[in-house]
C-alpha cells in the first residue's frame, strides 16, 4: 500500500502532514510512502531526510499521488483540486468541514473517502489523535512569547540595585487547551496571570496553574456545564454582568489572551474596541481566534495593529509559526490515526466502518458528504431560494402598509425583538470539534 504525503498550498501553510520520524514507522508497518519535493522545507525537514528515513521524494504532486491508496496533508485541498486526488483513495487531514461545505462537497463527487483530523472524538481511544489539542497546546504557548517579544516591558519581578520593575499582569480569555498552555507559558515567564472561562470545572484547571480565576460565580454560573464536559450558553443577564467584571479587569491588565472558539460559527467577541481603550497604553493583545473572525473587535488579522496605544497581535495560522514541532505532533497524530485503519499482517487498509473513531472524522464516502453535523449546514449552500423569495414577502408588507397604516408600528417592533444571527455568545470558552447543536467544546 502507498501513502502519498503532498506539499501545502494554501497560503501562509507552512506545516507538513509528515515527519521523517513518522514517516520511517509507517514504512516499519510495510508501507510505501512518497513525499513531494520540498513538503517538509516550511518545518525545516529537507528531502535528504524523508529519503534516508525510506521515504520516495517524489518529483510533484502528481508522481506522489499514483497509485496512492491514502493521502496525508495538513489543510484539505480547495474544491478546484478535489479531483486531483485519485478516485476512490482516502484523504485524511484537517478539513474545517464547517466553513467548508463546498469542498467537502467537490471531495465527495471526486470519489474519495475524506477524514477530517478535526472532528477527532474526544474520547480516551483517541487522544494520540487529537490534532487539535496538539496544535493549541504549541499555539498557546507562542502566544505567551509572541506577547512577550511585543511587550516593552519584562513579564516577571526583578529587584535591582537600580529600582523594582513589576511583574507583568496577564489575561488569558479561555481555559481550554490553548488557554491552559498560555497560563503556565506566562506563569513560567514570572508574569501575575489571570483567566475566565463559562466552566466551572476551569476555575479549579486555573488555580492549579498558579492562575487566580475571573468569573461571577453565582448559581447560574454553578449550573453551566453539562455532563458531558461542555459549556452552555449563558442566559443575557449572566452575560452582561460577566462582560462588566471583565471590562474591570482588562483595565489592570498589561496583556490579554484569547482563545474563544465556537464550532460552526464565528469566533465570539470577547474585546471590544471600549475595553481596547481602556487599556495602558504599550499593553498588548493576542487575538488567537482570528482565522475564525477573531474575538476582539479593533483586530486586523494577519498582523500587528496598534490601536489606542495598544498593540493587538492577529497572526494568521498560529500553529505555523512553531511548524517544525507542530508538524511532528501533527505527523504522529496521523500515523496513530493510519494504524488504526491498516491491517499490519494482510499490508492493507482494513476499516471498520463502525468504530468510534472512524465515523466520527468520516465526511465524505462512495460520493456523498456522510457526516450528520453537516446535515443542518446543508441550507446554507442555497441562499438563492430564500433570495427568490424576498420580493413576495416584501409585497406583502407592503400591501398591508397600505390597507391598515396601524400595523407599521408593530411590524417595527417585531424586527427588533427578532434574533439577530449574526450575534455570538459572549463566551471565553474554546471549541474544536465535529459537534453541532448548542454546547461548546471543552478545549481550545
Known amino acids: 500500500m502507498k501513502i502519498a504525503i503532498l506539499k501545502e498550498r494554501r497560503t501562509q501553510e507552512t506545516r507538513v502532514a509528515a515527519s521523517p520520524e513518522s514517516v ?15 513538503a517538509g522545507n516550511g518545518a525545516a525537514f529537507v528531502d535528504a531526510a524523508y529519503k534516508e528515513a525510506g521515504a520516495e ?29 485519485p478516485k476512490g483513495s482516502l484523504l485524511a487531514a484537517i478539513l474545517d468541514p464547517y466553513r467548508s461545505l463546498e469542498e467537502m462537497k467537490a471531495l465527495a463527487e471526486a470519489g474519495v473517502t475524506a477524514f477530517a483530523m478535526d472532528f477527532m472524538p474526544r474520547i480516551t481511544r483517541a487522544q494520540s489523535m487529537d490534532v487539535l489539542s496538539s496544535q ?33 499582569q496577564v489575561l488569558v480569555m479561555g481555559a481550554g487547551v490553548a488557554g491552559l498552555q498560555a497560563i503556565a507559558t506566562a506563569k513560567r515567564l514570572g508574569a501575575l496571570v489571570s483567566a475566565t472561562d463559562v466552566r466551572p470545572a476551569a476555575k479549579e484547571q486555573v488555580e492549579s496553574l498558579g492562575g487566580k480565576f475571573v468569573a461571577v460565580e453565582d448559581e447560574e454560573f454553578k449550573q453551566a456545564e453539562s455532563a458531558g464536559g461542555y459549556a452552555k ?16 479587569t482588562i ?16 469566533a465570539p467577541r470577547l474585546v471590544t474596541t471600549e475595553m481596547v481603550k481602556s487599556m495602558k497604553p504599550g499593553s498588548v493583545v493576542v487575538d488567537l481566534a482570528i482565522d475564525n473572525g477573531g474575538n476582539v473587535e479593533a483586530s486586523e488579522a494577519g498582523k500587528v495593529a496598534v ?71 446543508e441550507p446554507a449552500r442555497k441562499p438563492a431560494a430564500k433570495k427568490a423569495a424576498a420580493p413576495k414577502a416584501a409585497a406583502k408588507k407592503t400591501a398591508a402598509k397600505k390597507t391598515d397604516p396601524d400595523k407599521t408600528e408593530p411590524e417595527k417592533t417585531s424586527a427588533k425583538t427578532a434574533p439577530d444571527s449574526d450575534k455570538q455568545p459572549d463566551t471565553d470558552k474554546t471549541a474544536e470539534t465535529g459537534k453541532t447543536g448548542e454546547e461548546q467544546k471543552n478545549g481550545d
Open 307 to 377: 490601536k489606542h496605544g495598544v498593540k493587538i497581535i492577529a497572526y494568521h495560522n498560529l500553529p505555523g509559526r512553531l511548524a517544525s514541532d507542530t508538524s511532528m505532533l501533527y505527523a504522529n497524530n496521523l500515523f496513530n490515526f493510519v494504524a488504526l485503519l491498516y491491517d499490519k499482517e494482510k499490508k492493507d487498509l482494513a476499516i471498520d466502518w463502525d468504530d468510534e473513531i472512524v465515523k466520527g472524522t468520516l465526511i465524505a464516502k462512495d460520493g456523498k458528504v456522510v457526516h450528520p453535523a453537516l446535515e443542518n449546514l
Open 233 to 248: 450558553e449563558m442566559s443575557d443577564a449572566y452575560k452582561k454582568k460577566q462582560a462588566e467584571l471583565i471590562a474591570e
Open 57 to 85: 521524494i517524489a518529483g510533484d504532486a502528481a508522481a506522489a499521488l499514483k497509485d496512492a491508496k491514502l493521502v496525508l496533508k495538513v489543510r484539505g485541498p480547495e474544491a478546484k483540486d478535489a479531483a486531483d486526488l
Open 251 to 266: 483595565k489592570k491588565m498589561d496583556v490579554v489572551i484569547t482563545t474563544a472558539l465556537i464550532p460552526g460559527r464565528a
Open 136 to 168: 493549541a497546546n504549541l499555539a498557546g504557548y507562542k502566544a505567551v512569547v509572541d506577547a512577550a517579544a511585543e511587550f516593552g516591558r519584562a513579564f516577571p519581578l526583578m529587584m535591582t540595585a537600580a529600582g523594582k520593575v513589576a511583574p507583568a
Open 24 to 38: 520511517k514507522k509507517l514504512i516499519g508497518l510495510g508501507i510505501q510512502v512518497a513525499v513531494e519535493k520540498g
